[in-house]
């Protein structure tokens, strides 16, 4: 293992469930040959904590966005925060934003509203966008297929494979959880099977999303290794080609 380096597309190291232990996390992370974290904003009020993180550690990347599942709790001016945020920030990409039909909780039609609106705000900056999509694969294909100049990933892909192809197509990369590692995971496995290495990224979304091995733990980065070899055995490839394909993705898309 000791040549791999991989890149954490995707961890909420923001969130108050790693305020007692943040430096031993990102040891373990470090420890596990995961070089860089990518960590993507979900609510207005986190985003200084983003920004305080990555200014701290230069292997941690901000992107700051307006999560789905709290679509009920943004509020319309936080579009021009976001605008303003990211002019001043710069960071690596906007999200997450999207869509999640799961639970009927939060308006659908709020969803969109923000979703198309940060899609905006991204093209303007020209960032690639971070994409929550649960139960609404469809509709956030409808959404960037608005948009000429997108690209960006889908992160903890739970499409089809056929999705996931029209996603490619549209320079979009498949980001994969330790959700791949459950063996009733058919669709998923299939879809790392048959699409392109160019096009896949790894990620933990920790704190959620623990792999089989850490099933009812706090998820975080130090377990990527974990995803990466569940990988490897379906694409009967190298843990090193796939951490050095997938890291070389994470850097091209996140300009890193
Ligand atoms: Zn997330």
């Known amino acids: 293992m000791q040549n791999i380096r991989l890149i954490d597309s995707h961890c909420h190291l923001d969130f108050d469930v790693f305020d007692h232990d943040r430096s031993q996390v990102l040891q373990r992370a470090q420890d596990n040959n995961v070089t860089d974290i990518i960590i993507p904003g979900t609510r207005h ?18 992107c700051y966005g307006l999560h789905p599942y709290w679509a009920d709790t943004h509020d319309k001016q936080d579009i021009t925060k976001l605008d303003e945020t990211i002019a001043r920030n710069q960071p690596v990409a906007l999200g997450e934003c999207g869509l999640d039909f799961r639970t009927q909780q939060v308006d659908k ?28 694969t469809e509709k956030v294909i409808q959404s960037i297929r ?6 960006g990933m889908i992160h ?8 996931a192809k029209r996603l490619i197509d549209m320079n979009f990369y498949i980001s994969i959880s330790g959700s791949v590692t459950y063996a009733n995971a058919k669709t998923m496995k299939e879809v790392v099977k048959a699409i392109p290495l160019t096009s896949l990224l ?27 070899s569940t990988i490897a055995q379906l694409r009967e490839e190298t843990l090193t080609d796939i951490a050095r394909q997938t890291s070389l993705n994470a850097k091209d898309l996140f300009a890193i």
């Open 202 to 228: 790894l990620e933990t979304d920790a704190p959620d999303q623990a792999d089989a091995k850490n099933h009812g733990n706090r998820n975080e980065p130090a377990y990527l290794v974990n995803t990466l």
């Open 109 to 136: 039609k709020t969803q969109l509203f923000f979703f198309d609106a940060q899609l905006t705000v991204a093209e303007q900056h020209r960032l690639p966008v971070v994409i929550h999509s649960v139960r609404a």
């Open 45 to 62: 009020h986190y985003w200084q904590r983003i920004t305080r993180l990555t200014d701290k550690h230069q292997h941690l990347h901000a």
């Open 156 to 163: 903890s892909f739970s499409g089809s494979l056929e999705q």
């Open 146 to 151: 608005k948009f000429k100049n997108l690209k």
